[in-house]
């Protein structure tokens, strides 16, 4: 409810992940700016926000979401559970379980076999099978990329 809230309040039914991070951290103070990016990146990353060129917008799920009338402040633990940097892996994985009725070792397996065809990292297969399936990944695939980023930044900074 709290990302719709934060659709409602702008007036706008596309949002930049800027004007999202800035409701969620300055204009609500709900979040931090880091934890505002977890946040709306999670929301992506379950298929509640959607990326199009335009920019970002409601999933139809969240837009039947009925919302109080009167002023809205969200349950701080789950607002806040929502603002951890999830697991990518663990995530994708139950995606493409909860949308495909595979069964989760399936998925695993499937990707291990991707990852070693390939030479790819594992989120980067889990990407691939998800596509196979016929899945938009869409919302998955920056958050994989600065996943790996950082991944790389860090071996550097460690070797």
Request: charged share 35%; hydrophobic share 40%.
């Amino acid at each position: 409810m709290a990302i719709k809230f934060i659709y409602q309040r702008s007036g706008k039914d596309v949002m930049s992940r800027e004007e999202i991070v800035l409701s969620l951290s300055a204009d609500q103070k709900w979040l931090s700016p880091d934890q505002a990016r977890h946040f709306l990146e999670n929301c992506i990353g379950r298929g509640l926000i959607r990326q199009s060129s335009e920019g970002l917008s409601l999933s139809e799920e969240v837009m039947d979401i009925d919302m109080p009338k009167l002023a809205f402040i969200p349950d701080e633990e789950q607002i806040k559970g929502w603002a951890k940097k999830r697991d990518l892996f663990q995530s994708t994985v139950d995606m493409i379980v909860s949308r495909t009725g595979m069964e989760k070792k399936e998925v695993i397996a499937d990707a291990n076999r991707m990852k070693g065809r390939l030479n790819v990292d594992i989120k980067v297969a889990l990407l691939i099978v998800a596509m196979k399936c016929g899945l938009d990944v869409s919302g998955l695939v920056d958050e994989i990329e600065q996943d790996l980023i950082e991944r790389r930044i860090n071996e550097k900074k460690n070797s």
